[in-house]
């Protein structure tokens, strides 16, 4: 079923949370520029599993409000601790995808990991996604002030490119259309202003203060945040793991969805 949690006094984001008699809870935080339908193969089968499954869409995107201002870490980890209270979650599994990801790290050092019990990052983009003067790693600033031009010239091609580097599995032309409606269903200001982010902000200080078991899936064909990036989170993340998805780039909760599924319920389960 899907419902709206008041965040702020004029800010709504829908949740679908699928299975809520489940045993255990899964909250999944989508990356960039999606919503939580990017999650479908695993909402169709963890529940069947005996897992409840939570999908927010955070501000801006997908079914959410879209407010001209909020879309730092701090506030968008914020808005997850409101609906994690709202909701009365307790020893939930805390899942996100690449900028999703971010969000869930900014989470756990912001909110002290509030209710966490295991953490599951997928192609997270931290500590930064972009080079810096101290951080080799990432992609070229120059490319994501291209991504902003492009969101506010010709937000359609813009997405139509991204998506076309996001799986190294072959998709179809279907179910490429059917991502680019996802990336459209986003406030164009919300789409630039997460960009934006990503040339501000940093994580290197709230990897440290992360203290719960975290999984760390990455594909290594990755060519939105590169590979390097999880070989940092694992080094930065104590009592962390990684593993390499060999036939995955972005978006390998799609590219190997069955591993990827089978590799999480391990993971909650050990």
């Not at 690449?98 to 209710?115: D, K």
């Not at 202003?193 to 719960?212: M, Q, Y």
């Not at 999880?230 to 590219?255: C, E, T, W």
Request: glycine share 8%.
């Amino acid at each position: 079923m899907g419902y709206y949690v008041r965040v702020q006094p004029n800010v709504k984001v829908y949740v679908e949370d699928l299975n809520q008699e489940g045993d255990k809870t899964i909250v999944f935080l989508h990356g960039w520029p999606g919503s939580h339908k990017l999650f479908e193969y695993q909402f169709n089968e963890l529940p069947k599993r005996g897992y409840r499954c939570i999908g927010i869409d955070q501000r801006g995107f997908g079914k959410s409000d879209k407010p001209f201002t909020g879309y730092d870490y701090n506030r968008l980890s914020d808005d997850v601790r409101t609906v994690v209270e709202t909701l009365k979650l307790k020893n939930f599994i805390l899942a996100g995808h690449s900028t999703g990801g971010s969000i869930a790290i900014r989470y756990m050092a912001r909110h002290n990991g509030y209710e966490v019990s295991k953490l599951a990052l997928f192609a997270a983009a931290a500590p930064s996604l972009i080079k810096r003067p101290n951080f080799p790693y990432g992609l070229d600033r120059e490319t994501i002030v291209n991504i902003i031009k492009g969101t506010y010239t010709d937000r359609p091609k813009m997405l139509n490119d991204f998506g076309n580097i996001f799986f190294f599995q072959h998709i179809t032309e279907p179910f490429s259309y059917w991502f680019l409606q996802l990336g459209l269903q986003a406030a164009g200001w919300a789409t630039a202003a997460i960009a934006n982010t990503w040339l501000r902000e940093t994580l290197f200080s709230d990897l440290g203060k992360i203290n719960v078991p975290t999984l760390i899936i990455h594909g290594i064909h990755d060519k939105v945040v590169p590979f390097q990036l999880a070989q940092v989170q694992k080094q930065g993340i104590k009592n962390s793991k990684l593993i390499p998805f060999r036939y995955s780039g972005h978006g390998s909760f799609y590219d190997q969805r069955d591993k990827f599924n089978e590799e999480l319920i391990n993971f909650i389960e050990e």
